[in-house]
Each structure stands twice: as C-alpha cells, then as structure tokens.
C-alpha cells in the first residue's frame, strides 16, 4: 500500500467535507450553496487526477447521511464514487469509520468501525482505508510515502501521512484535540521527518516540517506528489495576489498562512 511516482501519478489532499453544508460558514468558503461546493471539488479532482492515478485522502473526506443511490448531494460518502483514481484514506475525526469518531452517543466501537469501513469501501470507492493512528494495520508502522526514488546523486526523500499535525488545531478550535493519535516528535536529538497532513484548514500551509494538504489551501483540488516536493525542496511560492485581492483557497496565500 505504497503511492510513488515510478508508474503512475500520486496526489494527496484532505478536508473535502463533501456534503457538509456548515463547512462552508465555518471555513468562509467561496461557496453559495453545499451542491456548488461539491460540484467545484469533483470537478477539479477530475480534471486532474487519472483513473490509475493513486490518491491519499488525508480525512474528512465527506459527511452527512448516505443513501444508494444518493437522495440529495447531501449525501456526501457517495458523491466520493465520483472521483476519480485508487483512493486511499487515512481516516479524519470527521470520517465515521475513524477509531476515534465520537458522535455525540458515545464512543467508537469495533462493530461500528468495521461496518463503516466497509461502507466508505463500497459506497465510497476506496481502495483501502487506515482508520487508526495512521498506521498500516499490517505493520504497525507509520505511513510512509516515497515522494522520489532514489534517482543518480539524489536520495529518496519520503513523508509521513497523517489526518493530524503534530502540534496545531483548525482556526475552530481553542486547543488541539486528539492528541492520541498525532505523530509524536522525533525527540531533540533527532529531525523529524517531513509530515503530510490535514486538519487545519485554512491556519497555514507550511508550518516548519509539515505541509497541509486540506482543500482550503490548495483551491479545492488535490495536490501532487511533484508540487510537494518542490515545497519541500524549494519553499512555498508567495502567492499573486495583492491588497485586497487576496483569495481564499489560492495556494500560498497570506490568507492561508502562506
């Protein structure tokens, strides 16, 4: 379960809420209504991601109810069979299949986890969902991503995929939640390595050695595998726009943290 450049193209985004009709309000997107919203994101995610393409969904990938077939665009797990690629997830606090999911009755429980991965398979089209501490069941190892193989002189750079960053919450939040299941720091002797996450919105882009791939800060499509690692190599491009001209949503701009 491993995305790479060697065949086939690799993006990461996170953040979709497709049919969540408050996200809008909570996160000032440019958006009258949820069905332009859901509109925008698939067909940005279309235009650019390939049916073989691989794509990691960094959490919270859809909310509201589901109904096969769908009833409204509410209906935010299905209109995920609508994009495009492998998709995997790795399970946000949003995603009714994460090991953490509370939703106001109580905890998350096995029986309750285990049927709704199931459903964000069949329902959603994923290919394969990590619901717990972003960890791969198989190894109980940390998600780990080659962004480039080893090429000549220059050496695999790989990330480190989580719904949460380390430290940090969404403008939302007064303090950061789930401590349990983000990455821990690699301690002060050691660097740690670079983290591809979600979570936040629209606090920042780039915060030291982490890159947020949620859709407010990437103009509501996902982002490759090559973007990021000029990012990584090169820094975050400042943005285009001025003044009052800046968009929420554009790449890099100071409204987003840079």
Sequence with gaps: MTGSLFARKT???????????????????PFETVDEMNKTIIEKWNERVDPQDTV??????????????PRST??????????????????????????GY????????????DFWTAQYRDAGGFADVVTG????????????????????????LSVQLSHFPRAGDSPLDSSDRYARYRPRPAGAS????????????????????????????????????????SVITEGMPSCDCSGESHQMGTPGCVLNGG
């Design 102 to 113: 509370w939703d106001g009755n109580g905890a998350q429980t096995v029986a309750r986890r």
């Design 190 to 229: 050691k660097v740690d390595p670079w983290l591809v996450h979600g979570h936040v919105h629209n606090a920042w882009t780039v915060n030291g050695r982490q890159v947020n791939v949620g859709v407010d800060v990437w103009d509501f499509a996902p982002v490759s595998a090559e973007t990021l690692l």
């Design 56 to 69: 990691w969904v960094l959490g919270n990938a859809a909310s509201g109810a589901m109904h096969t077939p």
């Design 11 to 29: 993006w990461f985004t996170a953040d979709l809420h497709l049919g969540h009709e408050r996200i809008i309000s909570l996160c000032n997107r």
């Design 133 to 156: 501490k972003a960890m791969l069941k198989r190894t109980g190892k940390p998600v780990i991503v080659p962004l480039r193989p080893e090429f000549g002189m220059a050496p695999v």
């Design 74 to 99: 509410a209906d935010g797990l299905v209109l995920c069979n609508q994009l495009h690629g492998h998709k995997i997830l790795v399970a946000g606090d949003y995603d009714q299949c994460f090991h």
